[in-house]
């Protein structure tokens, strides 16, 4: 059951951008790790970008340079923003939230995460 909001998905030309939200204000707490996932059809989902409550972020090799993970604790918001999008990056994008955590985020662990989102689905056409 989807417990998070993520906005921002949409169609856009290789080259563009876009960026994903997320309402997380109930999971900001001391201690969380926050991020994106994304899957495309027939692959797993895979981690995107991570960030930790003292703003620590980690990013796929495949994203790096190019996607920007944030958070605006006051607007209790997450974000995603993606330049120099191609082809690839074409997926469903899901938010995830770890309340409570106190160890490294993980990108590569999903199963870490118990709060996710709907998911936005984004699409890059070259």
């Known amino acids: 059951q989807a417990q998070l909001i993520e906005s921002g998905g949409g169609s856009v030309q290789a080259g563009g951008s876009l960026r994903l939200s997320c309402g997380v204000s109930e999971y900001l707490n001391k201690r969380y790790c926050m991020g994106w996932f994304r899957q495309a059809p027939g692959k797993e989902r895979e981690g995107v970008a991570v960030?930790?409550?003292?703003?620590?972020?980690g990013y796929a090799d495949s994203v790096k340079g190019r996607f920007t993970i944030s958070q605006d604790k006051a607007e209790g918001t997450l974000y995603l923003q993606m330049n120099s999008l191609k082809s690839e990056d074409t997926a469903t994008y899901y938010c995830?939230?770890?309340?409570?955590?106190?160890?490294?985020?993980?990108?590569?662990?999903?199963?870490?995460?118990?709060?996710w989102g709907q998911g936005t689905q984004v699409t890059v056409s070259s």
């Open positions: 960030v930790d409550n003292a703003g620590t972020p």
């Open positions: 995830a939230a770890q309340p409570y955590y106190s160890g490294s985020c993980s990108l590569s662990r999903p199963e870490m995460y118990n709060f």
